[in-house]
């Protein structure tokens, strides 16, 4: 081997090592306070959702034919669904020892159903409350005939 040749062969693993930047880790547990807060907005969500398909014209599916609206169909299940909710998180922060302010949604679930109201409102069956792929509260229900 050369001078020329070694002067090459060392400049070749002439690099710098960069340090990494600081990980912080986020705590995925759900406020209790954020949740109290968007519970109320429910009913206003889910009414204006179903004022985008209010020209859906749901007699035309074999359905009711005075039935004119999507918003006819599912009368008062925003503030019924609200109303639901609202009942089962009060209940479960009620069992919750004092000063919790967040819980895994794991444990948020769990206590949901646990303490959904044992009188239901009108139109909503079956209420079940899940979390697909760990990062969603879910709420799957039956919309019952008023």
């Known amino acids: 081997m050369t001078k020329k040749n070694n002067k090459k062969r060392i400049g070749e693993f002439n690099y710098k090592i960069e340090q990494l930047e600081p990980r912080m880790m986020m705590n995925a547990d759900v406020v209790l306070d954020d949740l109290d807060d968007n519970i109320f907005s429910i009913s206003t969500t889910v009414e204006s959702a179903l004022s985008e398909v209010d020209d859906l014209q749901l007699s035309g599916l074999g359905l009711n034919e005075s039935l004119d609206s999507a ?76």
Not at 78 to 96: C, K, W
Not at 111 to 119: A, F, I, S, V
């Open 71 to 146: 918003s006819a169909y599912f009368s008062g299940v925003g503030s019924n669904m609200r109303s639901l909710v609202s009942t089962a998180f009060e209940n479960y922060r009620d069992a919750l020892p004092d000063g919790t302010t967040s819980v895994p949604l794991a444990a948020l679930v769990s206590g949901l159903n646990t303490n959904l109201p044992d009188q239901l409102p009108s139109n909503i069956g079956n209420p079940v409350f899940s979390a697909p792929n760990n990062d969603t509260l879910k709420l799957d229900f039956d919309v019952l005939a008023a």
